[in-house]
């Protein structure tokens, strides 16, 4: 991490779990917890259980996100959640792209632009994620399908709505398997992101976005992870439904 540069973040994705009443004694359990982190913390929640997390967190520093966004401001979208409804209720960030939406729900990097341009303009702040399928590690074009993603994922966004953007780096095949890249692998990925965004933008514009490892992030590991000089935080999944694992992690971030 590098925080005269960027801000460190540490965001729970809670993915399908917790009821509202679960989430709420969750959060409860966290606040305290992380009171005194010098780094953003963040609870990104299913969207039933976004009216609970915003208010066991009021007037603590944990921040609520969503876990994903339509692209319409309203209409015919069955199932779907605008951004002017996560904004209205106080939501402050939300998951684009996540592995488990390419995988399962039919992402591409197409609607995962147009989402991330939608949030933007509702004045939410996006987690953009990007990573490599195990296959394509294997064949040696991680770089090649990372500047793909990036590319695409933040066509049309402006240097100053950059300021808002946040990279997640999530490895594919490292994401609920137990693997974890290795702090050297994560870094030298995040450091090949933060180089991207520096040919699509500035040097400048690209030192100030806050890149997160997401895969397999724990207690254990996580103090590796984020010594290193372009992680920046990190997006974490199971560790995130535990308190003492979660606060353990922001714990590090807070170094």
């Known amino acids: 991490m590098d925080k005269a540069k960027r801000k460190a973040i540490i965001a729970g994705n809670w993915k399908m779990n917790k009821t509202p009443k679960e989430a709420t004694a969750l959060l409860n359990e966290i606040t305290p917890l992380v009171k005194d982190a010098d780094c953003e913390v963040i609870a990104c929640v299913p969207y039933v259980d976004l009216a609970a997390a915003i208010e066991a967190t009021a007037g603590t520093n944990v921040k609520i996100g969503a876990e994903n966004c339509h692209w319409a401001a309203s209409g015919a979208f ?5 951004t002017g409804m996560l904004k209205e209720i106080g939501v402050e960030y939300v998951v684009l792209g996540h592995s488990e939406r390419r995988q399962y729900f039919g992402e591409t990097d197409e609607t995962v632009n147009k989402r991330t341009k939608a949030a933007l303009a509702a004045g939410l702040k996006p987690i953009v994620c990007v990573g490599e399928l195990l296959w394509e590690r294997e064949c040696d074009i991680t770089e090649e399908v990372i500047a793909r993603q990036i590319k695409l994922d933040l066509w049309d966004v402006s240097e100053e709505e950059l300021k808002n953007v946040v990279i997640a780096y999530e490895p594919v095949w490292a994401i609920g398997t ?12 995040c450091a090949f992101i933060r180089a991207q965004l520096a040919k699509l933008y500035n040097q400048d514009a690209a030192d100030a976005v806050t890149i997160q490892y997401g895969g397999s992030m724990n207690d254990g590991n996580a103090d590796e992870l984020l010594s290193k000089t372009n992680v920046d935080g990190g997006l974490i999944g199971g560790a995130s439904l535990v308190a003492e694992k979660f606060a353990a992690i922001v714990k590090a971030a807070s170094k």
């Open 78 to 82: 069955t199932g779907e959640i605008s």
């Open 178 to 189: 137990g693997k974890t890249a290795t702090a050297d692998q994560a870094e030298e990925v």
